[in-house]
């Protein structure tokens, strides 16, 4: 991502990556827990167990199924605003794109 950051032009597009990034990573985080997890799914609306291969703590979380769904709509809506990053820099690219070749400036496949 710090390549592509590279390419963004305003502070508050960087901004939004960062945080797109680290919203990324806390959903990683849970995926770790769940994937690697220990459940009980009849108690307590699913209650995970997991403990970290890192610090060795023990994790027990009651109510996970709301929690996913939950998780699960932060995880599209996350997906929504790096498309939306995405798209908005791609475009700005072949619109300089386009002007270089007006220009006869040539391009990448010049």
């Given at each position: 991502m710090t390549v592509f950051?590279?390419?963004?032009?305003?502070?508050?597009?960087?901004?939004?990556?960062?945080k797109c990034i680290s919203d990324?990573?806390?959903?990683n985080d849970l995926r770790v827990k769940v994937v690697h997890g220990y459940w009980e799914p009849y108690f307590?609306?699913?209650?995970?167990?997991?403990?970290?291969?890192?610090?060795?703590k023990k994790d027990v979380v009651a109510e996970?199924?709301?929690h996913?769904?939950?998780q699960a709509d932060a995880a599209d809506e996350?997906?929504?605003?790096l498309q939306h990053i995405f798209?908005?820099?791609?475009?700005?690219?072949?619109?300089?794109e386009s002007e270089?070749?007006?220009?006869?400036q040539g391009g990448v496949d010049s």
């Open positions: 950051n590279e390419t963004l032009e305003r502070d508050e597009e960087k901004q939004k990556l960062k990324a990573r806390q959903l307590s609306a699913g209650t995970l167990h997991h403990v970290s291969r890192r610090t060795l996970m199924a709301p996913l769904e939950k996350l997906v929504q605003r798209l908005r820099t791609w475009t700005i690219m072949e619109e300089v270089r070749q007006e220009d006869g």
